[in-house]
Structures are given as structure tokens and as C-alpha cells.
């Protein structure tokens, strides 16, 4: 005889009465448990270690649906890889694909990624540069917010640069090779120029074009970034009178160095005097209208400015320049000559930040075969440059120092270093971030003022020889100094 059992039904023994009778979960227990099993499938430590920077628009990370077949590749995860492969040391999808499957393997995914790189490949392509753009400006605002300005109005550094990528057609046609190159030996050639914030380091806008467009062509079309009480410091490159006049009309600021072609006004022609060395003088329009303005945008100016023309001596040994003439729209009441050739000489920013962006994050050679992925990838290492520029701020903040004093490639090592301690999503997030500021204040930078040092290599580059010749007619040509022999041809599988 079956012994009754009292904690199961008459027609289903088996059936439990305590699994009906079981205490219902709380409302706090669902969402705990909904969210455990969205973060198993998320990879989010990026996303914690910049908690208030990145925008909520590409971290929504259920967008696709629990049991989507693209959970690994959603929106928010493959934004996220993406800013860890321009982040990473080797940069390539092959290593992001390796890393996201560690990483789903170790929070205990039940479906691994597949390692070949085709979905993620297709993932960011559907990502759009809208929402990059937008991810960049919002990034941007993020480490402007309540920043000291030194000189009392935000200075912004503006320069130019340029990029190269993989030479293919589409490219190639977007971003044509220097007409010194022939057909097949050079690489297309991308023009940026950036506008970059001297108090953070932050890159505030930035325009591109190919080799046909001016520097000072891109920058006007970066008009509307400029903010009454913002100051350009340029390099002579863009000394243009009218983009001078224009930007006095918005109560812009500028301080720039004057044309290398415009003569330099004596004193006894000035039309004020302030002091030895700084006076103010007048510009004339020009009689010929540029190409790039039309008729009514020449006409809204004046026909006659004053500018401040400062002339100072550079005594430090080692500097390429021994005397510079600056011009600008400051006032003597507001800035000494001083003051305006500090503004100037701080605008070499521009220059080390396109150093750190285009030699420590990689920047300098996009790995992007198309022009709208080209696009795209710039988007995400601009945002990567800015998001370096957020930390060393916060670090800055947490121990009571300069920004100055935090090197760049040093706080990308710490971030490359601790992010796999912000997998752990029960972890404190404001303990782990705090640490990582710690970390990133443990090696500053000497302060050298005036250093100088030679831009000379002692390491000799290995002989080899420049392509000047298409690959397909160099192979053509080795063949045919070994007779008999055939190429080596991959038999498909």
C-alpha cells in the first residue's frame, strides 16, 4: 500500500501543494532578477566606467527583445564594442569578437557569439552616424559642463589635420590621393579640422573634406558652435578678413596670427597707440571677392575694421619662431599683450591633442573600407578622444589637481587595465570609479616648461623599398624573373 503523502493532491500525487502555496515575488525581486538576466547578455563595464558621459539614446540595452537572436549585437552592445575596439591595443574585430565571447562565456550566457566577425561587421554598419553625431555632441557638453576657465571666457584651440585609409575606390573617389602619387602606390586622404576647448582638451566640433577644401573653408562651416564670449586662437592659416569681421558681428573674439603676406603696420601708421609693440590699426576690405562668399554675404561687410596688432620676441632657445605678430579683436582693458600671446602660445594644444588622438588612439589610419563606415568610425574615435578627456577631468576633480598634470596614453593604460573589474555589475560602481581615478593620479606628469628636444630618430628604419608601382604589375614583374614558376593559388574549400 502507496503511503499518502499530505503534500500532494488525491488525482495528481505528484503534484505539490507547496509549489501552489509558494510566497508570490515582490515587485523589487522581478526587477532584480530582469535585471541580472539583461546584464548577463549586455557588456556594460565601458558603459559603467563613464557613467555620465555617454547618452541613454545607445545604451538601451533591451531594444531588440530578451530572446532576440541579435541580444549580443543589440544596439547598446555593439555601440559599446565598437568604443572598446578604438580603445583596445590591437583594434581589430577579431579581438573584439574574442573578447565578447569571454566575456558572455564568463557572465554565464547559455548562447555563445559566433567567432567570425560577419555579425558584428553588420551590426555596425547599422549603426547611425546621427546617433554617433549626437553621442559626440552630448560626450562634448558632458566634459565642458562647469569647467574653470583660465582665462575668465572659454578659449578654443582651431587646427587642422589629416587622416588616411584603405585604398579603395569608394574612398578613393570621396577622399582622392595626393596628386603627387600615381594610381595604385597612395591612400585616400581625409582633411579635418577641429575645434578644441584649452580649458578641458575636449574636441567641441570638428568638419572634414577631402584635399580640394580649405582649412578655412571646413571652419566656417563650424560657425554655429562658436557662442558670443568664446575666443579662437588660429594659426596664421586662418588670419581672413572676412571671417574676422564675421566673427566680431557674433561677439567672437579672435586671436591669430597674421598672414605671412600682410605687411606688418608701423607705428607712426597705427590708428592707436597702446603701448610699445601694441597698437591698434586699420584693415581695409579687400577689393576681390573670395570664391567660397557670394555677393550678399560681401556685402553685410564693413569696408574697413580695426584690429590690435601685438608684436612680441620668443627669447627661449629651441623655438622655431623669434618674433610673431599676432592680431586681434581683444581690448587692452580686458587682456594685456601679455595675456593675448599667452592665448596664443596655448593654442599648441590643438596640436597635442591631434597627437593624442591621431598616435595614441590610433586615429591616424582608419581601417574602414567604405565612406559611410569611414564616417562612422571617426564618430566613434572622436567620442573615445573625448571620452579620455571626461576621465582625466574626473581624476583631476577627485584628487585636487590640474588637468595639465594627468598624461593621456597614461589614463588610457589605467582604463585598458581596470576594465574588466567593471564586468561586475554587484559591484559599487562609485567605488570602482573612484579607485580608477586614484590609479589614473598614482604617475602625473613632470611639469618642463620651455623643453625642448630635437625631432630626430636614433633607430634606424629597415631598407625597404618605397611601392611606386601598383601591387598587381610588382607581381607580375617577379614572376617573370623566375621562369617557370607559378603563383601559389588557395584551393577552395
Given at each position: 500500500m502507496t503511503k499518502y503523502n499530505p503534500d500532494s493532491t488525491y488525482l495528481f500525487p505528484d503534484f505539490h501543494i507547496k509549489t501552489l502555496t509558494r510566497k508570490r515575488r515582490s515587485a523589487q525581486q522581478i526587477h532584480r532578477e530582469n535585471q541580472e538576466r539583461l546584464m548577463r547578455g549586455s557588456f556594460h563595464q565601458l558603459k559603467r566606467m563613464l557613467e555620465g558621459f555617454l547618452p541613454g539614446?545607445?545604451?538601451?540595452?533591451?531594444?531588440h527583445g530578451a530572446h532576440s537572436r541579435e541580444r549580443f549585437y543589440s544596439k547598446a552592445n555593439t555601440?559599446?564594442?565598437?568604443?572598446?575596439?578604438?580603445?583596445?591595443?590591437d583594434g581589430s574585430c577579431q579581438d573584439v569578437v574574442h573578447r565578447l565571447r569571454e566575456q558572455a562565456q564568463a557572465q554565464g550566457c547559455a548562447r555563445l557569439p559566433s567567432a567570425s566577425t560577419a555579425a558584428y561587421t553588420k551590426a555596425r554598419s547599422r549603426l547611425s552616424s546621427e546617433e554617433l553625431s549626437h553621442a559626440f555632441y552630448e560626450g562634448a557638453g558632458a566634459v565642458e559642463l562647469e569647467a574653470e576657465?583660465?582665462?575668465g571666457r572659454p578659449l578654443i584651440a582651431v587646427d587642422g589635420t589629416t587622416l588616411s585609409m584603405p585604398d579603395t575606390k569608394r574612398c578613393q573617389e570621396e577622399w582622392p590621393q595626393s596628386s603627387e602619387q600615381a594610381k595604385g602606390i597612395g591612400f585616400p586622404l581625409l582633411k579635418m579640422v577641429g575645434a578644441f576647448s584649452v580649458d578641458t582638451g575636449v574636441l567641441l566640433d570638428r568638419e572634414v573634406g577631402n584635399k580640394h577644401d580649405h582649412e578655412l573653408t571646413l571652419l566656417r562651416k563650424m560657425n554655429e558652435t562658436f557662442q558670443k564670449e568664446d575666443i579662437l586662437a588660429m594659426d596664421r592659416a586662418y588670419c581672413s578678413y572676412y571671417d574676422l569681421a564675421l566673427y566680431t558681428s557674433k561677439g567672437v573674439d579672435v586671436v591669430v596670427r597674421n598672414h605671412q603676406a600682410r605687411k606688418e603696420i608701423s607705428e607712426s601708421d597705427a590708428v592707436q597707440v597702446v603701448a610699445k609693440k601694441d597698437r591698434w590699426i586699420q584693415w581695409e576690405k579687400p577689393m576681390k571677392r573670395p570664391n567660397h562668399v557670394s555677393k550678399e554675404q560681401w556685402a553685410e561687410i564693413p569696408e574697413a575694421m580695426n584690429v590690435r596688432q601685438i608684436t612680441y620676441g620668443v627669447e627661449q632657445a629651441g623655438f622655431r619662431s623669434s618674433r610673431?605678430?599676432?592680431?586681434t579683436?581683444?581690448?587692452?582693458?580686458?587682456?594685456?599683450a601679455e595675456e593675448v600671446?599667452?592665448?596664443?602660445r596655448a593654442r599648441w594644444l590643438a596640436e597635442v591633442s591631434f597627437r593624442d588622438l591621431k598616435r595614441t588612439i590610433d586615429t591616424h589610419t582608419l581601417r574602414c573600407k567604405s565612406p559611410e563606415m569611414i564616417q562612422k568610425e571617426l564618430w566613434v574615435n572622436l567620442i573615445a578622444y573625448n571620452a579620455l578627456c571626461f576621465l582625466q577631468k574626473k581624476a583631476a576633480e577627485k584628487v585636487g589637481l590640474a588637468k595639465s598634470r594627468f598624461s593621456f596614453k597614461g589614463c588610457l593604460q589605467v582604463l585598458r587595465a581596470w576594465e574588466h573589474r567593471f564586468r561586475d555589475w554587484k559591484a559599487s560602481s562609485k567605488r570602482l570609479r573612484s579607485e580608477l581615478y586614484e590609479h589614473m593620479a598614482?604617475?602625473?606628469?613632470?611639469?618642463?616648461?620651455?623643453?625642448?628636444?630635437?625631432?630626430?630618430?636614433k633607430k634606424r628604419p629597415k631598407k625597404i623599398r618605397y611601392m611606386m608601382k601598383p601591387r598587381r604589375i610588382l607581381q607580375a614583374e617577379l614572376l617573370a624573373n623566375l621562369p617557370g614558376q607559378t603563383p601559389?593559388?588557395?584551393p577552395l574549400s
Open positions: 539614446s545607445l545604451l538601451q540595452t533591451n531594444e555601440f559599446l564594442a565598437f568604443l572598446g575596439q578604438v580603445l583596445s591595443e576657465r583660465v582665462f610673431v605678430v599676432l592680431i579683436t581683444l581690448s587692452e582693458e580686458a587682456y594685456s600671446a599667452e592665448m596664443y598614482a604617475k602625473l606628469l613632470e611639469i618642463r616648461p620651455n623643453r625642448v628636444e630635437p625631432r630626430v630618430n601559389f593559388k588557395i
